[in-house]
């Protein structure tokens, strides 16, 4: 949803332009939203030119090539995509390069000049630069005298053999002299921008150095600009666009700043000009000093506290991580990846969230406060934490297990979330500083884990003890803490439990003590909240079937009521999902005890219509409005008495076609029970027309028996499945019926066939006793009898021929 919000609304914004170009830089590094975004924007926009550039020797760069090239052959009928390989320079390029950089003609320069310069730079546009460059300062080329061409001077020219043709190190080292021949102040602030990132601003810098004049800051700055190590965004004069500024054009008036850079400054934005230049700064930095800027940076940053934990800037937090995170202070960074990734997950980008909770988990291997830099020490009974660990250190590492199994739930990769809760959990039972956690980490832990191998292994019979005591550890634990939300989904589970395991008069006793501490509007968005759905309200409705599934219709049929008229009104029904998930086992019960015209009532009012009328969401359930309301629609007409017959064909055509029954997993059971039941109603109105329901009853056996013959012992859909075994034992017998039908007609028939063959072979025999002696048949060795018994046989095989064609 979030995909189609953001390129729809960026093809509105920019719909009335004649062409939209965006331009992405290192598109290897893209994530994989900022792919479906992309993606989404070529296949709806019109006018939009999209260009990525990429170092394709990169390993990330190959799978994006892949995966674009995959996406490409999807799409090759409707959009093109055009690869543009951009090697090294020639070297007719060079030359060009030549003239440009040294401002002379290129018919004065000396081939073997040019063919040195690209031997020893591999055409490698930035060493190209930076080697011309550095031959422009020391003057390392001259016009001979001779030859009038532009060559090396003869001390460059034996310095050159001596170095040989492969210097691409000695470039990369000439990045460093570089450096080394700026003054000290210029390469203290270079080393801070470094620090910084690509680009930053000019308070940025101030804020690491307050102690230096805000002029001879911008002085040192320019200076970088014009050593082309920097280069300046400009914004114009016409409009909001930036420009880039560098050394080779105008300078800017000097701008009258203040060195305190607290009060109120005109800003000013830079860059590095290569990211090779920002590499060789951070490579000639000792890691302490690198450490040093990092903390001094971020402690610059938390001054400002309105743009900590509660600035919406979502950039600015995450440069606050990335400074936490590269001096090693995890309990700075955990806190703040914390925050970011709670704000990502709202917005439904749970694999951002996910990368970013790792990204803080992976330092606690080697920050878990270890002061005094030797090797951490570990107890041989935890998992991997330092038993050093201080308790706010081992509570932030279980905080961001919770949330990572979160997210690998919420992206359905059961087992990745099953894998972290138990990590959790095993931290949590042997950490030696677990008693003095924040014990509110102990249910949502419990809680997932419960769930989770609840929905793996809850009728294995050797995990099954095991299970039980997980659900009641985290009954009791609830109750310990007086926690009524917890409490309430604590029993929830337990019920859950027992459902599964189709023991349903249990589950009806715990959805009794449920009931006595739940309330809607107490409770209800506080457990959504802390679990991500209203797991004791979904009980209520789940126990209707329980006790259909006991046979107490009346205890069912007011449950139901309850739900119905108390609980669903406290909902948002442009939920679609939440309400449809709340409602469906009533609709199935109330369909089942003759109250179907009541059940498409709740249907419509509460999920259809408000889907339609008040713009809903669903991301599943939406699949099952229409088998659902077709089969209401086929009961009426089965009430009634009267048929519509271009409904029927339209339910028909719809059953019928095999794509429509392709549903999430988690719903795929409940609409091959709906369309089994939908073809089992229309088999029945073909019988009654006389027409060959075959094709349809074939369709609904298909269907059914892949809910009746599941190889899932889970008995929580217990009611579902016995409405399918209902249904196909419907079928089974119509098809007894026709195959019935269709034997007595057969033998009918052949009575017919058998009384004509018997009159046909009378007249016969009487024709051919008349004939006399002479004229009959004589074969050597038969008697006139023989011959008539042939003469029999072989009319009876002639007419038994012209009876079967």
């Known amino acids: 949803e979030v995909v189609e919000f953001l390129s729809t609304t ?151 053999k001596r170095i040989g043709s492969n210097s691409v190190a000695a470039i990369e080292l000439s990045f460093l002299n570089r ?117 001094t940076i971020a402690e610059a940053l938390e001054k400002e506290q309105v743009l900590v934990m509660e600035s919406s800037d979502i950039g600015w937090l995450l440069t606050l991580f990335d400074h936490w995170k590269s001096c090693g202070n995890f309990c700075k960074a955990a806190p703040l990846a914390l925050a970011v990734g709670l704000r990502l997950e709202e917005w439904d980008l749970s694999a951002q969230s996910l990368d970013l909770y790792r990204d803080a988990l992976e330092m606690c291997y080697e920050s878990a406060d270890n002061p005094d830099g030797g090797e951490p020490t570990t107890d041989e009974n935890e998992v991997w934490l330092p038993a050093s660990a201080p308790p706010a250190t081992v509570e932030f590492i279980l905080r961001l297990h919770i949330r990572i199994a979160k997210c690998h739930a919420h992206l359905g990769e059961q087992e990745q979330c099953a894998t972290t809760f138990e990590d959790a959990y095993k931290i949590m039972t042997t950490s030696p500083k677990a008693a003095k956690l924040n014990q509110e980490l102990v249910l949502p832990i419990i809680s997932g884990l419960c769930s989770i191998a609840i929905q793996r292994n809850v009728v294995n019979s050797d995990l099954l003890s095991e299970n039980e005591d997980l659900v009641d550890r985290f009954v009791r634990e609830a109750k310990e803490r007086n926690d009524e939300i917890h409490i309430a989904r604590a029993l929830s589970m337990k019920a859950s439990f027992f459902a599964r395991l189709g023991n349903f008069r249990h589950a009806i006793a715990v959805q009794k003590e449920l009931e006595i501490i739940y309330k809607v509007e ?44 108390k609980l669903l009104p406290q909902f948002d029904l442009r939920d679609v999902d939440t309400v449809m998930e709340l409602i469906f086992p009533i609709l199935l019960v109330l369909k ?9 009532t709740i249907l419509f009012n509460n999920a259809i219509n408000p889907f339609h009328d008040l713009g809903g969401s669903s991301s599943c359930w939406i699949k099952l409005f229409n088998p659902i309301a077709y089969l209401f629609e086929l009961i009426k007409m089965v009430e009634e008495g009267e048929r519509d017959e271009q409904m029927l064909a339209q339910f028909e055509d719809w059953v019928m076609d095999s794509s429509r029954s392709i549903f999430s997993i988690d719903l795929q059971y409940k609409g091959y029970a709906l369309i089994g039941e939908i073809c089992c109603h229309l088999a029945r109105f073909k019988i009654e027309k006389d027409e060959d329901p075959q094709m349809v009853l074939e369709r609904g056996r298909m269907v059914l028996t892949r809910v009746v013959y599941t190889s899932d012992d889970d008995q929580s859909d217990a009611f579902m499945v016995e409405m399918a075994q209902v249904t196909l034992g419907k079928i089974t017998e119509m098809e007894d019926e026709m195959e019935e039908a269709n034997s007595e007609e057969l033998q009918s028939e052949e009575q017919e066939s058998s009384i004509l063959i018997q009159e046909t072979c009378k007249d016969f025999t009487r024709d051919s006793s008349s004939l006399p002696n002479g004229d009959s048949p004589s074969f050597a060795g038969e008697s006139s009898n023989g011959i008539r018994r042939m003469g029999k046989r072989s009319c009876c095989e002639c007419i038994m021929k012209c009876t079967i064609q």
């Not at 019109?46 to 490409?72: C, D, F, P, Y």
């Not at 310069?117 to 930076?130: L, S």
């Not at 102040?185 to 690491?208: E, H, K, N, P, Y």
């Not at 400054?265 to 690198?290: C, G, I, N, P, T």
């Open 179 to 295: 450096f080394d021949s700026l003054d000290l102040g210029v390469r203290r602030v270079l080393q801070t921008c470094a620090v910084l990132g690509m680009s930053f601003s000019l308070t940025d810098v101030i804020r690491v150095h307050p102690e230096m004049v805000g002029l001879d800051l911008e002085q040192s700055l320019d200076q970088a600009v014009d050593e082309l190590i920097l280069v300046e965004d400009v914004e114009d004069d016409d409009d909001d666009d930036m420009s880039l500024w560098s050394g080779n054009s105008p300078r800017m008036e000097s701008r009258n700043i203040s060195g305190s850079w607290n009060q109120a400054v005109e800003d000013r934005f830079f860059q590095f000009s290569h990211a090779m230049w920002r590499k060789s700064v951070l490579d000639a930095m000792l890691s302490e000093v690198k450490v040093h800027l990092h903390r």
């Open 592 to 600: 089942t005890i003759g109250r179907a015209r009541y059940a498409e």
């Open 10 to 160: 960026y093809i509105r914004l920019t719909e009335d332009h004649n062409l939209t170009m965006i331009f992405l830089d290192d598109f290897q590094w893209i994530d994989s939203f900022t792919w479906k975004v992309i993606r989404a924007l070529c296949e709806k926009g019109k006018n939009i030119l999209i260009m990525g550039a990429m170092r394709s020797q990169e390993t990330q760069a190959l799978r994006r090539m892949s995966s674009v090239a995959s996406w490409h052959t999807r799409m090759q009928s409707r959009k093109g995509i055009i690869e543009v390989n951009i090697g090294p320079l020639e070297t007719n390029e060079v030359k060009q390069m030549i003239s440009k950089v040294l401002d002379c003609e290129e018919d004065i320069i000396d081939d073997q000049l040019s063919n040195d310069i690209y031997q020893k730079t591999g055409g490698i546009t930035i060493y190209v630069i930076e080697l011309l460059e550095s031959i422009k300062r020391n003057k390392t080329v001259a016009i001979d005298e001779k030859t009038k061409l532009l060559q090396w001077t003869p001390e460059a020219a034996r310095e050159q």
């Open 522 to 565: 107490l409770h209800s968005a506080g457990i959504r909240q802390e679990y991500g759905k209203d797991h004791a309200v979904q009980s209520y409705s789940d126990s209707v079937q329980w006790y259909m599934l006991i046979d107490n219709q009346p205890a069912a049929e007011k449950q139901a009521n309850v739900v119905v008229t």
